[in-house]
């Protein structure tokens, strides 16, 4: 079940929180549950078998720790968890076992990183989060199975997350509350997530597929100009397809009474390799730095710049084997860490920091717009076509009538989503909101406009889902 779908929307979200909104707060935490089952169990009875198993495995490893003491056992069956718990997504992911068609909506079928079927690559991170917290002590192991399940299974985490600990998780079904406020951000949030990822994501994707065919043949007859239009409406689709699916994360989560940190910050505004980095799923990369990084460096007991660089290429390697079982993922994210580590060691050692940064502000755009190809171009010969063809080479020649034509029927598409990608709107809405302070005038068209803009967007997209299924 697509979170971009009519049926997610008009039915399963609509009525869930109309229920959520009615139960006593004893009982919210159980209409979640139901509504974290009836979503896994949507997209196929083997994928809520492959939740169910999994999250039996993660909870009875949790105790068995209680039980060992001995440091070589309790490794051994931490290891072996881990084991399980990672092979999950990564046999999904490898052989096809369920395939995507139950979470994705048409146009994301060049994205696979977006989630695996209903979410099992970040129901498994959260599980292997889980047991090496209770393995290094830093929570107490949950004696109830549906408690860890729960937390396992929240369905608004199931594409993009954010990836979340169980501790989080766990103080928040307890201590939060449904309130009036919560729920008006929340919608706020959902509906621009909702127009940035139906009216922005997926149009920019249509043009990105119009500008960048499939083949080598059709490819190698498309114009320098052609090409990097393409690449750009692809840029663009990439961060408005994740950030979208964040916010309606966020924004449903926030309905609910979760508060979630955003995990996409961003990152084309980066100064650097390594900002763009921090501000790019953010809870992603800290999930390998907590569990795979500082346990590398604490392994080796070394600080060398030798182990540090093999570290974070591992890393780096890790995740983009997560985004999805093939060299040019992998490629993407081994490019952006030896880009980052030229920076750390290099550039920050042996520039000034005034010259490093106005060359982190140059190059940065560069490097994160040119190594996207990686991610568009899984051939090797239609991604060397495409870089060639970028830099003179193209069968198309320098420009062509698709690419003009192309632009100027989507000209405010492509400014909109450019500014979409830019943190201009929320630097509006505090330079108004800080202006208001004091003018009931300003403070009452602010109101107007916080209440009719959510439900504008809503409808708009509804509108334009309504048409694609048509």
Not at 138 to 146: G, H, S, Y
Not at 180 to 196: D, P, Q, S
Not at 214 to 233: D, P
Not at 368 to 393: I, T
Request: proline letters at 4%; a positive charge; hydrophobic letters at 55%.
């Amino acid at each position: 079940m697509s979170f971009l779908s009519l049926l997610f929307i008009l039915v399963f979200l609509t009525l869930g929180i109309a229920v959520y909104s009615k139960a006593q707060k004893p009982l919210r935490n159980a209409v979640i549950f139901v509504m974290n089952l009836v979503f896994y169990a949507w997209a196929g009875l083997r994928v809520l078998a492959l939740l169910l198993v999994a999250t039996l495995v993660a909870w009875g490893v949790a105790l068995a720790f209680d039980q060992v003491q001995k440091v070589p056992a309790r490794r051994a069956i931490l290891a072996a968890a881990v084991v399980a718990l990672v092979a999950v997504p990564v046999g999904v992911r490898g052989l096809g076992a369920f395939g995507y068609a139950a979470a994705f909506p048409v146009g994301y079928g060049e994205l696979p990183w977006l989630v695996a079927p209903a979410g099992v690559s970040i129901f498994s991170l959260q599980l292997v989060s889980y047991v090496c917290d209770v393995y290094l002590g830093t929570i107490e192991p949950e004696r109830r199975f549906v408690r860890v399940l729960l937390y396992a299974s929240m369905f608004h985490l199931a594409t993009v997350g954010p990836l979340m600990r169980f501790e989080q998780m766990s103080q928040a079904f307890d201590k939060r509350s449904f309130t009036k406020a919560g729920f008006f951000a929340g919608t706020r949030r959902l509906a621009v997530g909702l127009a940035k990822a139906v009216l922005l994501a997926l149009p920019c994707g249509e043009c990105a597929d119009a500008l960048l065919p499939q083949g080598l043949e059709a490819l190698s007859r498309q114009s320098t100009a052609g090409l990097w239009l393409g690449m750009l409406f692809y840029v663009l689709e990439v961060y408005l397809s994740l950030s979208a699916l964040s916010d309606m994360a966020l924004g449903m989560g926030r309905i609910m009474g979760f508060t979630y940190p955003p995990d996409f910050d961003h990152p084309y505004q980066a100064g650097s390799v390594h900002e763009f980095c921090s501000r790019w799923f953010k809870s992603l990369r800290m999930f390998f730095r907590d569990y795979v990084f500082v346990p590398l460096g604490y392994a080796t007991r070394q600080q060398s710049t030798l182990t540090f660089v093999r570290d974070y290429l591992i890393v780096g390697a890790l995740i983009g084997v997560w985004y999805g079982l093939s060299w040019n993922y992998v490629a993407w994210s081994l490019v952006l860490s030896a880009v980052v580590l030229v920076e750390r060691l290099l550039v920050a050692e042996h520039l000034p920091e005034a010259a490093g940064r106005v060359l982190g502000h140059l190059t940065t755009p560069v490097i994160v717009f040119l190594s996207m190809l990686l991610l568009r171009f899984g051939d090797v010969g239609e991604l060397a076509c495409a870089f060639a063809g970028m830099f003179g080479h193209a069968g198309g020649g320098a420009a062509g009538l698709q690419a003009s034509t192309v632009l100027l029927n989507n000209v405010f598409l492509l400014a909109l989503g450019i500014i979409a990608c830019t943190d201009v709107g929320v630097r509006l809405r505090t330079a108004w909101f800080e202006r208001s302070q004091g003018n009931i005038v300003l403070f009452r068209l602010l109101r107007v406009c916080e209440l009719v803009t959510p439900t504008l967007l809503a409808l708009l997209s509804i509108i334009a889902l309504v048409g694609g299924a048509a």
